[in-house]
């Protein structure tokens, strides 16, 4: 399987991702999370455990099971650790660490590395039997609310080690932390090469036209990725250039707030026929793949993101970016050669404009973008880096190992 | 026949490259005066990595260094930063007198400037090391020919590896490319050639662009001397 990208990704991550996987053969590496679908922690999981299994690892994937309240309440520590308030009382807690230790009887949780993504399934660490155990998390803690804070570091502290998408992300909770970028998969049904007819089939499904450009954003119906603020600067942009703007993104099972937020969407569009908001079925990956190619100018006007992967997968397909600068985004977007940051909804439309009556200077942008994220960003390259995080882990952190 | 395979070398050259895996120290300085502080005290691999490995990432070079870069785009102060990016990391013996060059520089700048600024939340200075992983591309040179087509298949980690880690290991400071062409090959004057490039004002694109073009021109001589004697 690994030899499928060849010729894709950098040479260098394929040799030394092979070299690692010589020296942990047979080992066995297990991820959990809280969802099978919807978002990019699943997304890359899904792609990733066959990438590690073919590579000799016994790579495997769990999720945690839980109720209404336990996602309430763990969506409410989400949002404080991204630093919007929220209260979250002791009894919340104690659901929390409940629901885990009944996931704790269910789940195999023998293994030689663990890797635990974000805050949901954390108090796994109080069953841990072997191995070594890794908190992978993929939100933007650079602001915390302090005591929702203190309480995940009482987990975190427990840790071998911590891996954040960002610097600024990491905050002394664990001895060990390492900051290890996401990546999307080229191979991908969102990402590979579509023919024209494939295309053009979802543009005519999705009723979406191609003889005007189409501005883009996709992603979950959630507050921090601004949808109003969007459909705000589309509005500006509209005055000027004709469009059309198109809000796509599919259900979370663990974002009990995403209908709410949806609704608000639809209400602020008010009829709008050149605005369409898409809520599309889970595993919608061609159309999602064809939209971003269809589109003139890709968004994600994030007002807080963890990484962005919606940057990456547009990058990757050769457009321009406008996103927010906010989390990872900046860490892909070099303002001005790799995309525009923004950084208001006056500053969106502008960019959107200048992007749409520059075609030479859109087309240009996204080339180098395609190549950075070619270099950076690809799946390959974040396989590499888990098994370098376990392997150095289990060398005892030396700072420089020869293979 | 005979001048073409003596040319052939029993010593080839072994490409190898170098990965970095970023690892946070938990510190970060928001102006001057924590970034004086932090450097006093944080790890030799913290100071490695924001200054030698400076150019293993792919920067726009304006700057020779993490903390010239910092001071000049996060803090605006332009001359601390032209001070910082002139601190040449090969010529300090050692970490310890790396650090004392760049404390040097920042105390001058310190008692020069009125004020001590900070920079916006979110953009602080990042202290940061790395477990660097060492391997080899897997391609070897025999020859120059050889050696050119390699240098334009490897990754810009091996760029790094031989032509700026590589004066870290090499007695001497030279990178590894000049040791095998004048060892190896014995063409010193096309050693000189690539140790004259000025490590610091390009990066490794323009490294590989720029030695490849000198080699070329070595292998475009030897072709011609050679097809007249065949």
């Known amino acids: ?403 | 026949m005979e001048e073409r395979l003596s040319r052939e070398t029993q010593w080839p050259f072994e490409f190898r490259q170098c990965t970095t895996i970023l690892k946070a120290t938990g510190m970060k300085a928001s102006n001057l005066k924590e970034l004086r502080h932090i450097i006093s005290i944080v790890s030799d691999d913290s100071i490695f990595h924001h200054t030698y490995q400076y150019f293993l990432k792919e920067h726009i070079l304006e700057y020779t260094n993490d903390f010239a870069h910092w001071a000049g785009e996060s803090l605006e102060e332009r001359a601390i930063a032209e001070e910082l990016s002139n601190i040449d990391p090969y010529e300090c013996g050692s970490i310890g007198e790396l650090r004392s060059a760049l404390l040097s520089v920042i105390d001058s700048c310190l008692a020069r400037v009125p004020g001590d600024r900070n920079t916006l939340p979110g953009d602080e200075f990042f202290f940061n090391e790395t477990i660097t992983y060492v391997f080899p591309a897997g391609v070897w040179a025999r020859n120059l020919a050889e050696f050119l087509m390699a240098l334009k298949f490897v990754d810009a980690g091996s760029i790094y590896y031989h032509f700026y880690e590589a004066r870290m290991r090499v007695p001497g400071s030279f990178d590894d490319f000049s040791l095998w062409m004048d060892q190896a090959l014995n063409k010193k004057e096309l050693a000189d050639k690539v140790r004259a490039i000025d490590p610091f004002m390009h990066s490794t694109s323009e490294i590989r662009a720029y030695i490849s073009e000198i080699v070329m021109q070595e292998v475009s001589r030897d072709m011609e001397r050679t097809g007249v004697n065949l």
């Not at chain 1, 079925?281 to 003139?296: E, G, M, T």
């Not at chain 1, 990456?312 to 985004?329: D, F, N, Q, S």
């Open chain 1, 1 to 403: 399987m690994i030899e499928r990208y060849s010729g894709i990704s950098p040479k260098g991550d394929l040799i030394l991702l092979r070299k690692l996987a010589d020296r942990l053969a047979d080992k066995t590496f297990l991820h959990i999370n809280s969802t099978r679908e919807g978002g990019g922690v699943a997304e890359i999981l899904q792609r990733m455990i066959p990438i590690m299994s073919s590579l000799g690892i016994k790579a495997r994937w769990d999720v945690i099971t839980g109720d209404d309240r336990f996602f309430d309440m763990t969506k409410k520590v989400h949002n404080a650790l991204q630093g919007y308030p929220e209260t979250i009382d002791e009894d919340m807690w104690d659901h929390h660490r409940a629901v885990n230790e009944t996931n704790a009887t269910l789940l195999d949780l023998e293994a030689d590395a663990t890797i635990i993504h974000d805050p949901q399934p954390l108090p796994l660490i109080n069953f841990r039997k072997n191995g070594v155990w890794i908190w992978r998390c993929h939100i933007d803690v650079s602001n915390p609310q302090k005591d929702v804070f203190g309480e995940i570091g009482k987990y975190v502290s427990k840790f071998d080690a911590a891996l954040y998408s960002v610097s600024r992300f990491a905050g002394g909770m664990s001895r060990n932390e390492f900051i290890v970028s996401p990546s999307i998969d080229p191979l991908a049904e969102k990402n590979r090469e579509l023919g024209r007819n494939e295309i053009e089939e979802t543009a005519r499904r999705l009723d979406i036209p191609l003889d005007r450009p189409v501005v883009l954003q996709v992603s979950r119906f959630d507050r921090f990725k601004d949808p109003t603020g969007v459909i705000m600067a589309y509005r500006k942009v509209k005055k000027y250039n004709d469009c059309v703007l198109v809000l796509a993104g599919s259900p979370a099972t663990d974002d009990p707030e995403g209908a709410a937020v949806l609704n608000e969407v639809r209400q602020f569009a008010s009829n709008d026929p050149d605005v369409r908001i898409l809520l599309l079925p889970p595993f919608s990956d061609k159309d999602i793949n064809a939209l971003q190619r269809i589109a003139a100018v890709i968004l994600q006007k994030s007002l807080k993101e963890g990484f962005g992967l919606t940057v990456t997968e547009g990058m990757w397909k050769g457009k321009p970016v406008i996103g927010g600068a906010a989390g990872g985004i900046p860490l892909q977007i070099t303002h001005g050669v790799t995309g525009f940051l923004v950084h208001s909804i006056e500053g969106t439309a502008f960019r959107i404009r200048q992007l749409l009556n520059n075609s030479d200077m859109a087309g240009r942008m996204g080339q180098q973008a395609r190549e950075y994220v070619r270099r950076h960003f690809l799946i390959t390259r974040q396989v590499r880096d888990y098994l370098a995080v376990w392997y150095a882990l289990s060398e005892g952190m030396k700072s420089l190992i020869e293979l």
